[in-house]
C-alpha cells in the first residue's frame, strides 16, 4: 500500500506517518512546516518527504500518481491565529482541501480521510454532539475547516471520490505542540509545569473538553482507510472522541497545583463532548487511552 500524509511532520501526522510506515505503506509527506506551535518537526527519513505547500498544485499533482489512501491532516489549526489572519486561515483549510482532493480524484486514490474539528458544533447543540447536529461555527477556523468537510462531501457525491470526514475532539498526546500561548492545553501546562510556572487556566476553567489520545486519532485514520464499510459510509461525518470530558479546572489538577486564571477568549465553545457511536458502528473504532493515566505517566 501506498499513502500520502499532508502535515506528516506536525503533531497529528507525524505520529500517523510512523503506523503506516510500522504497517509495512510506503509513505509520501508533504508539510511545508507554516506552523510556529511546534518546537521541532519530525519528518521520518524512511518516508518520501517534500516540503511543499498543500496549495501548490502544480509541484504536489504528481506526488498523488499511485497512491492508494490520502490523510489530509495539514491545516491552519488554531482557533485564534484565524481570527487574526481570516484569509490565510480559509485559503490553507478549505483552497488547501480542495487542491489536495482534486489531486487525489485526477491520481485515481482509493480512499481520502480528511481531518476536522468539533469546534463546527459551536455553542447552540447539546452535548453529546452527534454528526446528525446543526453546524453553529463561530469564527474562521470552523467555517474555513467546515467548507472543506463540504468539499469532500461533493466530491464523493459529485465524482464518486471515497471520503471519510473525521471530526476530532481536543486532541493530546507525544509531539503535540507546546510553543505559543494558543498551543492545546494539554501541551501548554506540562510545559508550564516543567518550566516550575503557574499552570494559565483560560477563564473561569471550567469549559469543558473531550480530550482525546493521538494514538486514537491515528488508529481511527488507519482503520477507515482499511476496512470495507457499508455502502453510503462514504462523505460522511465521523466523531473522533473519547465520550468522556474534564473541565480545564479539572485537567490542571491532575498537573498541578500552581495555577493562575487569565482572561476568557472570544469565540470559542464551552463545552464539548462527542458521542462516537457513529464511528464505533462504521468502523469498528474504540478509543483506549484515558487522560489521567497519560498525565501520569508524564509526571
Not at 489531486?103 to 446528525?132: D, F, H, I, Q, W
Not at 472522541?241 to 479539572?250: I, P, R, T
Not at 482572561?263 to 468502523?283: I, V
Request: glycine share 8%.
Amino acid at each position: 500500500m501506498k499513502s500520502l500524509v499532508t502535515g506528516g511532520a506536525g503533531f497529528i501526522g507525524s505520529n500517523l506517518v510512523d503506523k503506516l510506515l510500522a504497517l509495512g505503506h510506503e509513505v509520501v509527506v508533504i508539510d511545508n512546516e507554516y506552523s510556529d506551535a511546534h518546537d521541532q518537526f519530525y519528518w521520518n527519513e524512511k518516508a518520501k518527504n517534500y516540503h511543499l505547500d498543500i496549495r501548490d498544485y502544480k509541484n504536489t499533482r504528481p506526488l498523488y500518481d499511485g497512491v492508494d489512501y490520502v490523510f489530509h491532516i495539514a491545516a491552519e489549526a488554531r482557533i485564534q491565529p484565524a481570527i487574526e489572519n481570516p484569509i490565510e486561515a480559509v485559503s490553507i483549510n478549505s483552497v488547501g482541501t480542495c487542491t489536495v482532493l482534486q489531486c487525489a480524484r485526477e491520481a485515481g486514490v482509493k480512499r481520502v480521510m480528511y481531518s476536522s474539528t468539533s469546534s463546527a458544533y459551536g455553542l447552540k447543540n447539546e452535548l453529546p454532539n452527534v454528526e446528525t447536529q446543526p453546524d453553529d461555527c463561530l469564527n474562521p477556523y470552523s467555517i474555513s475547516k467546515t467548507n472543506g468537510e463540504k468539499l469532500c462531501s461533493m466530491y464523493t457525491d459529485l465524482f464518486g471520490l471515497p471520503t471519510v470526514i473525521f471530526r476530532y475532539f481536543n486532541v493530546y498526546g507525544e509531539r503535540q505542540p507546546l510553543r505559543g500561548q494558543y498551543a492545546p492545553v494539554v501541551g501548554i501546562f506540562l510545559r508550564q509545569r516543567d518550566a516550575g510556572e503557574p499552570l494559565t487556566i483560560v477563564g473561569d476553567g471550567e469549559q469543558r473538553r473531550d480530550f482525546t489520545y493521538v494514538g486514537d486519532v491515528v488508529n481511527a485514520n488507519v482503520m477507515a482507510a482499511i476496512s470495507n464499510p457499508e455502502e453510503g459510509a462514504f462523505g460522511q461525518v465521523y466523531n473522533v472522541g473519547c465520550g468522556k470530558n474534564y473541565s480545564v479546572n479539572e485537567l490542571a489538577a491532575m498537573i498541578s497545583d500552581n495555577t493562575v486564571n487569565i482572561p476568557p477568549r472570544p469565540a470559542e465553545a464551552r463545552l464539548s463532548l462527542a458521542n462516537n457511536s457513529k464511528l464505533h458502528e462504521t468502523f469498528g473504532w474504540r478509543p483506549y487511552m484515558k487522560l489521567e493515566d497519560w498525565i501520569a505517566a508524564q509526571l
